[in-house]
């Protein structure tokens, strides 16, 4: 069973589109991560989450970019109006007590 | 701020063969330092982690890792690479001020029959 489930696996979308990538962690944790990927490069830092609130941000993750866990179970990653840019695998992660963060299998986003 | 070096980009080697994937993190005091393993389309799968204590840290997979400080770095080896072994390994520091990793930019394993 998979500590961290994605969805969706793969969206397609037309650039100035709204997308919404959600992810459910299994179990309760404080902390969730979202981490981005563009295509044959380094994995890099969103944003992290912690306690219903924004933590950290990277200077990636700009006005363009929010963050939610609106039920209390899903955590999700909005980006208001994608950019070719953007096209990327989203990773969300959540945290344990020993600093280990676990990943999901992340959310590929192709803007075209 | 923290960065981190894997210096290899590729790398290629014979089945059975042992393995060495370099790592160099920068950060003024001693960081938290993860390797995470990454195949074709899949997720992040953590192998080991080092926090504190014995500097030679035993993973999954058969992987080992060891951290000497005065080199500032947290290489993974492994004594005999299986096939399967072909993916992509990311070396990742978290700071001890902060709750987010940073990555370093990846080598990817071949593995040659």
């Known amino acids: 069973e998979p500590e961290v489930t994605q969805t969706p696996s793969h969206q397609v979308t037309q650039m100035g589109q709204e997308v919404i990538l959600r992810c459910v962690p299994i179990?309760?944790?404080?902390?969730f991560y979202w981490y981005r990927q563009i295509l044959g490069q380094k994995v890099e830092f969103l944003v992290s989450f912690y306690n219903n609130e924004i933590s950290e941000k990277s200077e990636i993750f700009d006005d363009q970019f929010s963050v939610e866990r609106p039920d209390g179970s899903n955590f999700t990653l909005k980006i208001r109006s994608t950019k070719l840019e953007d096209s990327a695998m989203y990773f969300c992660?959540?945290?344990?007590?020993?600093?280990?963060?676990?990943f999901g299998e992340g959310s590929r986003l192709t803007v075209l | 701020a923290q960065s981190v070096t894997q210096p290899d980009i590729h790398i290629t080697v014979s089945e059975g063969a042992s393995l060495e994937l370099r790592c160099n993190y920068s950060?003024?005091?001693?960081?938290?330092l993860f390797w995470y393993v990454q195949s074709p389309g899949q997720g992040l799968q953590l192998l080991l982690k080092y926090l504190s204590g014995d500097t030679l840290v035993q993973g999954i997979k058969g992987f080992e890792a060891e951290f000497k400080r005065s080199q500032s770095s947290f290489n993974l080896r492994k004594p005999s690479v299986h096939w399967s072994d072909a993916a992509e390994y990311f070396c990742a520091v978290m700071d001890t001020g902060r709750r987010a990793l940073t990555f370093g930019s990846g080598t990817r394993l071949q593995v040659q029959p």
């Open positions: 950060y003024g005091a001693t960081p938290y």
């Open positions: 179990s309760n944790h404080l902390y």
């Open positions: 992660a959540k945290r344990t007590g020993s600093r280990e963060l676990f």
